[in-house]
């Protein structure tokens, strides 16, 4: 390999394994959960390492954020937050999903209220959300 082609192939690389490839992998799933009001049982950052069981999140919406990066939001009834395993409204970065799988069960009474009342993509003052991809 010549020295002039080491920078192209490395920047080939970084393209190929980047974590805009693995947000793309999990929205075509996340969007159907979120269209069809499914749940889905996701593995999440550092979770394994904690020893936590998957997460359970009913989807409510997926996003672009100011920054291009994707999130979801959503309900989650089962998994770790912080070593503490309660039901919550959560919002998920997607590079740091490490794994989806749409399951079978019903949203809440609590869920299904708060994906009625929809969200503006913001937590308190702090709006991050460019615009919302699916819910």
Not at 35 to 64: F, W
Not at 89 to 105: L, T
Not at 116 to 127: H, M, P
């Amino acid at each position: 390999m010549k020295l002039t082609q080491f920078p192209l192939t490395l920047l080939t690389t970084f393209v190929l394994f980047s974590p805009a490839q693995a947000q793309t992998e999990h929205e075509a799933p996340l969007c159907e959960a979120a269209k069809t009001n499914r749940i889905i049982e996701m593995v999440y950052d550092k979770d394994a390492s904690k020893g936590c069981l998957p997460r359970l999140i009913d989807v409510h919406q997926v996003a672009i954020g100011n920054n291009g990066s994707l999130y979801m939001h959503g309900w989650q009834t089962r998994g770790c937050t912080k070593g503490r395993d309660f039901a919550a409204e959560r919002i998920f970065k997607f590079e740091k999903i490490k794994s989806v799988k749409i399951i079978d069960g019903a949203f809440d009474e609590k869920s299904q209220s708060i994906k009625a009342e929809g969200w503006d993509g913001c937590i308190g003052k702090n709006c991050f959300i460019k615009e919302n991809i699916c819910e």
